[in-house]
Antibody, heavy 123, light 108 residues
Framework: QVQLQQSGPGLVKPSQTLTLTCAIS??????????WNWFRQSPSRGLEWLGR?????????NYALSVRGRINIKADTSKNQFSLQLTSVTPEDTAVYYC?????????????WGQGTQVTVSS | DIQLTQSPSPLSASVGDRVTITCQAS??????LNWYQQKPGKAPRLLIY???HLETGVPSRFSGSGSGTHFTFTISSLQPEDIATYYC??????????FGPGTKVDFK
């Protein structure tokens, strides 16, 4: 059974960097058949895909246009986890953040999710 | 960007009712659509993938259909545990994916 356990601060000051981690059990971040994603959800923006990282013969990542230039998603194979870094945050980045897995052969359906982390951007 | 609209929202029904939610895409997305259930304070749960395929472990009262721009999600007999918000999600232009605005289902 795959489990994703999120960790990270719930409060970030404006202009600072938001960092969240998603620890994986029951699968490998280096799996060549999975991709590891970050989402967020807010009343104003709904459910929003932020980006993903995945390994095939090398590591690759993709990011949503809305956060491109501020986002970095990277895997830590030694800890079997992946992380989200979002720089220069503003109050508009306040949201519940989720990590999730999708299996490459299953298109883009997200079958396992983390528990969610409420992140508030405020001074 | 492909936009998804859902209707109705919200939706009020009674236990045992047949409930239908529609999802309209702004352009042809073939069958590349999934449905999720989300309860308050919880992550979304995948119910239907590729428009009509039931995810493993999901009760058979849930079903999906459609292709192109028009999709339907049905609960054949609403149960108390089905009270939630339901989202459609398209993946026609990977890696970008988008979700619909959600349909909140509650009891009359």
């Amino acid at each position: 059974q795959v489990q994703l356990q999120q960790s990270g601060p719930g409060l970030v000051k404006p202009s600072q960097t938001l960092t969240l981690t998603c620890a994986i059990s029951g699968d490998s971040v280096s799996s060549t058949s999975a991709a590891w994603n970050w989402f967020r959800q807010s009343p104003s923006r709904g459910l929003e895909w932020l980006g993903r990282t995945y390994y095939r013969s090398k590591w690759s990542d993709n990011y949503a246009l809305s956060v491109r230039g501020r986002i970095n998603i990277k895997a830590d194979t030694s800890k079997n986890q992946f992380s989200l870094q979002l720089t220069s945050v503003t109050p508009e980045d306040t949201a519940v953040y989720y990590c999730a897995r999708n299996i490459a052969s299953a298109g883009a359906s997200f079958d396992y999710w983390g528990q969610g982390t409420q992140v508030t951007v405020s001074s | 960007d492909i936009q998804l609209t859902q209707s109705p929202s919200p939706l009020s029904a009674s236990v045992g009712d047949r409930v239908t939610i529609t999802c309209q895409a702004s352009q042809d997305i073939s069958y590349l659509l999934n449905w999720y259930q989300q309860k308050p304070g919880k992550a979304p749960r995948l119910l239907i993938y590729d428009a009509s395929h039931l995810e493993t472990g999901v009760p058979s009262r849930f079903s999906g259909s459609g292709s192109g721009t028009h999709f339907t999600f049905t609960i054949s007999s609403l149960q108390p545990e089905d009270i939630a918000t339901y989202y459609c999600q398209q993946y026609n232009n990977l890696p970008t994916i988008t979700f619909g605005p959600g349909t909140k289902v509650d009891f009359k």
